[in-house]
């Protein structure tokens, strides 16, 4: 963002929406790996605690065909269950916030407030799925 849209960014005169709108205007789509937390959850489920939680807006996964199948995009599958290695479509400002998916472990973040405090965690439950990546 320039320094003069940072501006008008930051102006208390500005209305909401048109925060919203500048602050939209950075933001990108981006792909990542849910990490297994998310395993189990249906996408609606998964949203909402991506959008709670870490502060990210899932938008749709890839779900695998069977057997080898192509795989597809599916934007809001309403009764589709994550499996493991699923890969989100997220919009959001940057790669390293997008991380937070890839990261969120619930044994070890389920309390954390700060969604900046998600980082990669020494949890037994995580080692395995964090080194094959």
């Known amino acids: 963002m320039t320094w003069v849209g940072w501006l ?3 102006s208390p005169d500005t209305q ?4 919203d709108y500048l602050q939209g205007t950075g933001c990108e789509m981006y792909t990542e790996t849910l990490s297994p937390s998310f395993t189990g959850m249906t996408f ?3 949203s909402e605690l991506c959008f709670t939680k870490l502060k990210l807006l ?3 996964i890839e779900i695998k ?3 080898g199948a192509d795989s597809k995009i599916s934007i809001n599958p309403r009764g589709a269950k994550i499996a493991a290695n699923t890969q989100g479509f997220f919009i959001a400002q940057s790669a390293d916030e997008v991380k ?7 044994a070890c973040h389920e ?13 037994k439950n995580c080692k395995l799925f964090y080194s094959i990546k």
Not at 16 to 19: E, G, L, S
Not at 100 to 106: L, N, S
């Open 8 to 10: 008008v960014f930051q």
């Open 16 to 19: 909401a929406w048109q925060n």
């Open 44 to 46: 609606p489920q998964a």
């Open 58 to 60: 899932l938008l749709a």
């Open 65 to 67: 065909g069977e057997g």
């Open 100 to 106: 937070r998916a890839w990261f969120y472990c619930k």
């Open 111 to 123: 309390d954390i407030k700060d969604e900046t405090l998600i980082k990669k965690c020494k949890c």
